[in-house]
Nanobody, 115 residues
């Protein structure tokens, strides 16, 4: 099983980034996919989640209206489009796959929002 995140980097406030998470080794379409983040000195928190069927989504209040999670089951990939980025969005972003409590994590990708 592998979850490989990409797309992180340094961006100025107000900018955009698109994170990708490529999955392999499991039935991607059956899993709920999520993005979490962890800032220095803080606990890991849920950012966005997308259901396996129907694509229903939910978001942390802090990112609603700015971030969009999506998935492409044909490509075994989940995305996080991040717009209007703020310095407080700076964190390591992790991809998570969950199927009835059986879950997997990626290695994380750093997002830094700074001028």
């Amino acid at each position: 099983v592998q979850l490989v995140e990409s797309g992180g980097g340094l961006v100025q406030p107000g900018g955009s980034l698109r994170l990708s998470c490529a999955a392999s080794g499991f039935t991607f379409s059956a899993y709920v996919m999520s993005w979490y983040r962890q800032a220095p000195g803080k606990e890991r928190e849920l950012v966005a989640r997308i259901k396996s069927a129907g694509g229903r989504t939910n978001y942390a209040d802090s990112v609603k209206g700015r971030f969009t999670i999506s998935r492409d089951n044909a490509k075994n990939t989940v995305y996080l489009q991040m717009n209007s980025l703020k310095p407080e969005d700076t964190a390591v972003y992790y991809c998570n796959a969950d199927w009835f409590g059986n879950d997997y994590w990626g290695q994380g990708t750093q997002v830094t929002v700074s001028s």
